[in-house]
């Protein structure tokens, strides 16, 4: 089967540090263009941060400079640092596996995020 499982979601503060991670199997890692999308309260789903089979990157304007996306295909997993929180980055953040080419995608159960004093 094929499974994105998020973990790193938690409470913290303003101004705080927090990393994701998303841990794939199921499918053959190195093919895939992965990314962490969110919803906030209230919100649409919306892209946070991209990452494509060959590493370009790409970022919602809302978080450029603060949040950096990598991979790690060794170890079938795509993470997010997200340095500098907010409370606006208050959501479930999701993890996305696609390719685009055979038109398939695959999302995790997502993970929370809450940012608050």
């Known amino acids: 089967q094929v499974q994105l499982v998020e973990s790193g979601g938690g409470l913290v503060q303003p101004g705080e540090s927090l990393t994701l991670s998303c841990a794939a199997s199921g499918i053959f890692f190195r093919l895939y263009d992965m990314g962490w999308y969110r919803q906030g309260p209230g919100k649409q789903r919306e892209l946070v941060a991209d990452?494509?089979?060959?590493?370009?990157?790409q970022y919602a304007d809302s978080i450029k400079g603060r949040f950096t996306i990598s991979r790690d295909n060794a170890k079938n997993t795509v993470y997010l640092q997200m340095n500098n929180l907010k409370p606006e980055d208050t959501a479930v953040y999701y993890c996305n596996a696609r390719r685009t080419a055979i038109v398939v995608n695959y999302w995790g159960q997502g993970t929370q995020v809450t940012v608050s004093s």
């Open positions: 990452i494509t089979s060959g590493s370009s990157t």
